[in-house]
C-alpha cells in the first residue's frame, strides 16, 4: 500500500475512516474514506465499506437483493439470513456461505446494515476452519460499528 492509502501515515488521523473494532489478530492494510481492508496472519480477509444509500433504501430493502444477488450469482452457496444488532441498535443482516476449490474449502460472511445515508458491509472470506475459529471476533467486531 501507498502511505497516502496505509492506515499508520500521518494522514489517517485526519480521514473520516470507518469505526469499528477490529478483531484480535488483524491489522488494517489498507483505508481510504469509505473503505478499509485488514487481514489475519491466518489468512482471514475483511473488507470494510460504506457507500452511499437511495431514499428510503431500508434493510427491508436491501436484505431480498443482497441475498438474490448472492444466490444468483451461484459463486458461493449461501445458508441462512440472520439478523444482527449494531452495539447502538440498528439492526442488519449476516449472510453466511462455502464454496469448495478443489480440496480446499472457503467460507464467506456478509454484513450489511443501512442508515438514512449510507450502506455499511462487513465482507470476511478465507480458509473455512479460519473463518470458523474467528467467527464469533468478527461478529463482534460488525456489531461495534459506529454508523453514520
Known amino acids: 500500500a501507498s502511505p497516502s492509502e496505509s492506515s499508520f501515515s500521518a494522514a489517517a488521523r485526519f480521514r473520516k475512516g470507518l469505526q469499528m473494532d477490529l478483531p484480535s489478530g488483524f491489522v488494517k492494510v489498507r483505508e481510504t474514506e469509505g473503505l478499509t481492508r485488514a487481514m489475519s496472519g491466518s489468512g482471514v480477509t475483511l473488507l470494510i465499506r460504506r ?22 450469482s451461484q459463486v458461493i452457496a449461501i445458508g441462512e439470513t440472520k439478523e444482527l444488532a449494531l452495539d447502538t441498535g440498528p439492526k442488519g443482516i449476516l449472510l453466511e456461505g462455502d464454496k469448495t476449490l478443489g ?21 470476511c472470506w478465507g480458509p473455512a476452519e479460519e473463518v470458523a475459529k474467528q467467527r464469533e471476533a468478527v461478529v463482534k467486531a460488525c456489531q461495534s460499528m459506529k454508523i453514520k
Do not use: D, H
Open 51 to 72: 457507500e452511499g444509500n437511495f431514499e428510503g433504501g431500508t434493510m427491508e430493502f436491501w436484505g431480498p437483493i443482497i441475498r438474490r444477488w448472492l444466490t444468483g
Open 103 to 123: 480440496r480446499a474449502t472457503f467460507r464467506y460472511l456478509l454484513f450489511t446494515v443501512a442508515s438514512r445515508k449510507f450502506v455499511y458491509t462487513v465482507e
